[in-house]
């Protein structure tokens, strides 16, 4: 198994226009990112699938658009094209040999080092690196929650739709505090009292054998995992609903699940000591997830757009 976190010099990140040594990949305190946290990112997640040799990038063009779109937000002056920013994430994975599943992570940021809060002209730097990772969360058993007492930062606090660094200070303070209790993962309330997301994931919720997750004026990060998850649903002829939804919804619900790059699909089954539906992971949950699984690891032939291959394909004659 490839690791490259050996600090033997083979990881390998992208660094001020260029791959480096991961160890050369440096951020000086005295960064405007640093210091106010001015910056996007993405978090992007890659199968390795072990017949065909290959690992696959999931929904990179979708990733790198919303890295894009988070940039603007952000007034980050960054001119890189999708197509020199999916170049440089296949490079980056090939540069580290990674073959087995792994998590990108590509940063655009404030590099200027000025104590002055603004955003304004302020000078942009690119950086990347990648790492193995496997579940995030367990999803093979079903998660226990709590809703929150921190309320999910307002869209016109900090934009809800761009990724933003800082923003995950309000993430954290969530989900250390449901951790420190003893739950899996925390539920976020938007200021109104409806239900937004969990600290890092997107949440549904299955009533009447119809999907229902909260709208994309809710609060969420609108989640690139979501939209797959709402196209696979609709293509498995169950129906998807965007709507407020309240507390009280998700405590009766028949299954919850939650979902995002990094937890995949991830079955919930209690909600501060209440009992979700038959408190197993639930039918339509497990097929889901199945599904999602297969398509992203490139088991199944549909849906190739959804997977970039990192490595050329092997000669047909070669063993
Ligand atoms: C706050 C938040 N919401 C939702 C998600 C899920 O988004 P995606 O499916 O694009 O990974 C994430 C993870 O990236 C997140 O950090």
Request: hydrophobic share 45%; charged share 25%; glycine share 8%.
């Amino acid at each position: 198994m490839t690791t490259n976190n050996a600090g033997d010099g083979s990881r390998i990140s992208y660094f001020a226009g260029q791959f480096v040594p991961h160890e050369q990949a440096k951020v000086p305190i005295t960064a405007h990112v640093m210091n106010y946290g001015t910056g996007c990112f993405e978090g992007i997640r890659a199968y390795w699938n072990a017949d065909a040799a290959q690992l696959y990038v999931t929904l990179l063009e979708e990733h790198v658009d919303r890295l894009l779109r988070s940039a603007r937000i952000l007034k980050l002056d960054f001119d890189g094209t999708r197509d020199e920013l999916c170049s440089m994430v296949l490079e980056l994975l090939r540069r580290n040999d990674l073959r087995e599943d792994a998590y990108i992570r590509p940063l655009v940021y404030k590099a200027d080092e000025t104590i002055k809060v603004m955003l304004t002209g302020l000078r942009t730097e690119l950086a990347a690196y990648c790492q193995p990772m496997g579940a995030y969360l367990d999803i093979d058993r079903g998660l226990r929650l709590t809703v929150s007492s921190w309320q999910r930062i307002d869209d016109n606090a900090i934009p809800a739709r761009a990724k933003v660094i800082g923003s995950y200070v309000n993430a954290a303070l969530a989900s250390d505090d449901a951790r420190q209790k003893g739950f899996d993962e925390a539920l976020m309330l938007t200021g109104d009292g409806h239900l937004a997301e969990a600290s890092s994931s997107n949440l549904f919720l299955v009533a009447n054998g119809r999907l229902f997750t909260p709208r994309g004026s809710d609060d969420i990060l609108v989640g690139i995992t979501r939209a797959a998850v709402m196209e696979l649903a609709a293509e498995m002829g169950v129906g998807v609903s965007e709507a407020s939804i309240d507390r009280s919804e998700v405590l009766a619900a028949d299954e919850v699940f939650l979902c995002g790059t990094g937890v995949q699909v991830a079955p919930v089954t209690e909600i501060d000591g209440r009992i979700i539906g038959a408190g197993a992971p639930g039918q339509v949950t497990l097929a889901l997830q199945k599904r999602y699984l297969e398509v992203m690891r490139g088991e199944v032939a549909d849906h190739a757009a959804w997977r970039t291959p990192v490595y050329d394909a092997p000669a047909a004659d070669s063993p």
